[in-house]
């Protein structure tokens, strides 16, 4: 096998169409050998070869008889002595961290621990087994793809609407989509699917993560899966699993053709990505990768004993972001599924882990600095989960100013709110309105907040209205696992009901759940499946429920037909109605009451007096937004709406809602919507009258402009 000196970049085992050039950094590693695989089949390698050449810590060399197709991985040679944080080991084939592609999955065994498990001094001992049969292989791709005359959507955030999805768990039961293909990204981009979130209404679908991942061994062993795959194994690699095609080697180009097919249909893809912890757990996990090629520098240790990691995720470990070469390893990812996967953005997972320099999150740290100054990433959609299970991890409000965030403070007000507690009239006002509180301060938009109710980590919509306790006996942990708080709406029942009484609150419910969703400003996101109504039986941690739990039913029931019909028109409103998606916060003037954009009633039709605000017995609430100017396009120019009024009553009595005299001068005056009984068609109501707004419902009423 020739070998020329090649070059330390691009980092990974990289096709030029001539050869292939190997780079890998490893700051403390004495040696670095490539590995070559014959089959997936094979116990041991075929050809192993050092990379003499080392520029800059990367060992790296050109092979010009290398061809897309091969199987690789990597011995590295280094101290191994655990308690400085070393954990060489040469008899542990590692996985490239670069790699574009998984040749062969992990199967577990002892071998691939760098410790001998059962030893009295744990991870301090030394295994010398080799892990080279059960190890996963990295596989060197062509990554050329005609694209064609793909274009990013690039639809304005204002006019964004996130679908959060599982690649596998949307289509696995969708039997309109070829068998073969259920539960895979060409699934994804079936005309079925895409029929589907067209119809919906939907701009944006964000995927749960899609990087190669590992099922951790407990799982297997209880022979579950990571379903939701926050375990990463590789930064750069789409997960074989959700392929349609057994080649691994056409898993990118059927990922390429997914994005390529949404693209066309008007419809920008986001990737939750998960760059805060690996797969491999604390000191007693396995050595799969960045372990055996340099821990010190890849991983944050503990700072009084370098034998421990650090761990702001929960997960055992937390990548060492302030580390150059690891900050470069996240950037070049990112710009690989930019540039190469043409990805429309990122939400990144627990990402105040992202941003600790040190101890402390900084929202100046490099990798923010990196990302703002970079002329690819900086240009695409950011959303943060602002928060990680660190001291100071709760940042909500706090990201800089491209970046929106997952506004947990909305979901848990909203929540509150329609379960009826005392005082969060107030709130209430302020998440409709964008949750200025948060983000108008540091000059960020309406947009920047990413409203949610329900996410795939925590109840489903009809079970946050159906259960009051946690369910999750089905994952084998005693149900200790999982939310504790779950804002749950006390519906004085649990769990499954033939009571029509009941099913029909809980459905009413979820629509007042959905309502408020699409009427707040900010940037709204439904959990798939919610839209119709699915339950995962009162768990609400299915992280390793790859069954019914998590997949979505297409086979669905009267109830769940007319929700799936409320969502549209929604989401259909929404779109209308620029007064519900303003590029700007409302403005208040300088005595503090609020100008002729934006009104907040009582239920006389009187502007809220500071008395109504604290009373905190208080559950009626009214927005009145006139649409004379709601957005500004492009030119700066105003794009004039219709005015809208809201009303809530999440009390169990009726209230009769006086309309303030401002609605009682308009001359064509409708009701969009009513939640109590999930009516859509649109009703001529006299504005003069007050309207019986019934317990627990909502109503959404509109004066076209010009009448």
């Known amino acids: 096998m020739r070998v020329w000196p090649g070059h330390p970049y691009p980092l990974g085992a990289v096709w030029d169409g001539a050869g292939v050039n190997i780079a890998l950094f490893s700051g403390n590693a004495t040696k670095v050998e490539l590995c070559l695989f014959d089959s997936p089949d094979d116990q041991k390698e075929s ?18 008889d290398l061809r897309p197709g091969t199987l690789y991985g990597f011995r590295v040679t280094g101290p191994y002595d655990p308690l400085r944080g070393l954990r060489f080991n040469p008899n542990k084939l590692l996985f490239d961290p670069y790699a574009r592609a998984v040749g062969r999955p992990l199967k577990w065994d002892e071998s691939l621990f760098g410790y001998r498990i059962g030893d009295e001094s744990r991870d301090l001992s030394f295994d010398d087994r080799d892990s080279a049969p059960f190890a996963p292989l990295g596989l060197i791709v062509d990554t050329a793809f005609t694209w064609g005359n793909d274009r990013r959507p690039e639809i304005p955030w204002e006019r964004t609407v996130i679908y959060e999805m599982h690649v596998r768990g949307f289509t696995k039961l969708m039997t309109e989509v070829p068998e073969k293909l259920r539960g895979t990204y060409a699934g994804l981009a079936s005309p079925q699917a895409i029929e589907y979130l067209k119809r919906l209404g ?13 099922d951790e061994h407990f799982l297997t062993e209880q022979q579950r899966v990571n379903y939701w795959g926050y375990n990463s194994l590789g930064f750069f690699a789409p997960e074989p699993r959700y392929g349609a ?17 949404l693209h066309a249909a008007g419809i920008e893809v986001i990737l939750d990505v998960v760059y805060n912890h690996t797969g491999e757990g604390n000191e007693q996990g396995p050595t799969l990768s960045w372990r055996g090629i340099d821990n010190t520098s890849y991983y944050l240790l503990n700072d009084e004993n370098r034998r421990y990691y650090t761990d702001f995720t929960g997960c055992g470990n937390s990548l060492f972001v302030r580390h150059p070469r690891v900050l470069q390893l996240l950037m070049d990812s990112l710009r690989y599924w930019v540039t190469e996967m043409h990805v429309d953005g990122f939400r990144f997972d627990l990402a105040s882990t992202l941003a600790r320099q040190f101890h402390s999150v900084d929202r100046m740290s490099g990798f923010f600095n990196v990302i703002h100054q970079d002329p690819i990433l900086s240009q695409v959609k950011l959303i943060a989960e602002p928060w990680d299970v660190g001291e100071g991890g709760y940042q909500s409000g706090k990201f800089p100013v491209i970046w929106t965030e997952w506004n947990g403070k909305y979901r848990d007000c909203v929540r509150r709110f329609w379960k009826g507690d005392a005082g969060t009239i107030g709130e209430m006002a302020t998440r409709l309105a964008g949750s200025s509180d948060l983000y108008e301060d540091n000059g960020r938009k309406p947009s920047a907040s990413i409203n949610f109710i329900t996410c795939h980590d925590g109840f489903t919509l009809w079970d946050l209205a159906s259960y009051n306790k946690k369910h999750n006996e089905a994952n084998g942990e005693a149900n200790r696992d999982g939310n504790d708080n779950n804002l749950s709406w006390n519906c004085g029942f649990e769990g499954p009901s033939d009571d029509p009484v009941i099913l029909a609150l809980r459905e009413r419910q979820q629509r007042n759940f959905l309502a ?14 919610d839209e119709r109504g699915h339950s ?37 409103i929404r779109r209308e109605q620029p007064a519900l998606s303003r590029r700007r916060f409302f403005e208040s003037s300088v005595q503090g009451d609020d100008v002729d954009d934006i009104y907040w009633l009582d239920s006389n039709g009187q502007r809220m007096s500071a008395e109504a605000w604290d009373d905190p017995l208080k559950r009626s609430l009214g927005m009145l937004l006139l649409g004379h100017c709601s957005q500004i396009d492009e030119q700066g120019a105003c794009i004039i709406g219709d005015n809208l009024l ?42 003069t009258q007050p309207y019986p707004l019934r317990p627990w419902s909502m109503a959404l009423f509109r004066n076209k402009v010009g009448h």
């Open 47 to 64: 050809l192993r070869i050092e990379l003499t050449e080392r520029t800059y810590n990367v060992f790296h060399g050109y092979f010009p």
């Open 202 to 214: 939907v701009t944006a679908v964000e995927l749960l993560p899609i990087h190669a991942h590992i």
């Open 245 to 261: 095609s057994h080649d691994p080697e056409l898993i990118a180009h059927e990922f390429k053709s997914m994005v390529r097919t």
């Open 516 to 529: 408020s969703l699409f009427v707040s400003q900010g940037v709204p996101m439904l959990q798939a499946g």
């Open 536 to 572: 995962a039986q009162g768990n609400n941690n299915c992280y390793s429920q790859d069954n019914f739990l998590s997949w979505l039913s297409w086979d669905l029931q009267p109830g769940q037909r007319s929700q799936l019909d409320f969502v549209r028109r929604l989401i259909e």
């Open 646 to 687: 809201v009303l809530m009553n999440a009390d169990s009595k009726a209230v009769s809602f006086a309309m303030p005299r401002s609605v009682q001068r308009f001359r064509m005056f409708e009701r969009l919507f009513d939640t109590f009984d999930g009516d859509i068609s649109i009703v001529p109501c006299d504005p």
